[in-house]
């Protein structure tokens, strides 16, 4: 059974930082291609990361480029999003994404398996 658990949500003030994780089980992290992906109250989901497992290479939405960075760490089945410099419409809460094509889709609706998400508030 395939499962996505996101943690290390959070409440930090603008310009912190904070590393979420998405640990995988009842699968092979290294087959799965691997999003982040957030959504605000009213907003559609959108792709905010993602890391391929072919070669490693990623995507960054332009609202976030140079403030987070993915990585995987394919021994512990866990991807991480590192956000710094975080501002308030960071706001959202935060999912993790799998699909076994390996591709890197920004739309939500092409990514197989979700984690139940995690909260994101930045505010002072």
């Known amino acids: 059974q395939v499962q996505l658990v996101e943690s290390g949500g959070g409440l930090v003030q603008p310009g912190g930082s904070l590393r979420l994780s998405c640990a995988a089980s009842?699968?092979?992290?290294?087959?799965?291609?691997i999003g982040w992906f957030r959504q605000a109250p009213g907003k559609e989901r959108e792709g905010v990361s993602l890391?391929?497992?072919?070669?490693?290479?990623?995507y960054y939405a332009d609202s976030v480029k140079g403030r987070f960075t993915i990585s995987r760490d394919n021994a512990k089945n866990t991807v991480y999003l590192q956000m710094n410099s975080l501002k308030p419409e960071d706001t959202a809460a935060y999912y993790c994404a799998a699909d076994p094509r390996g591709l890197l889709f920004t739309d939500f609706r092409e990514w197989d398996y979700w984690g139940q998400g995690t909260q994101v508030t930045v505010s002072s």
């Open positions: 890391i391929s497992n072919s070669d490693g290479s990623t």
């Open positions: 009842g699968f092979t992290l290294d087959d799965y291609a």
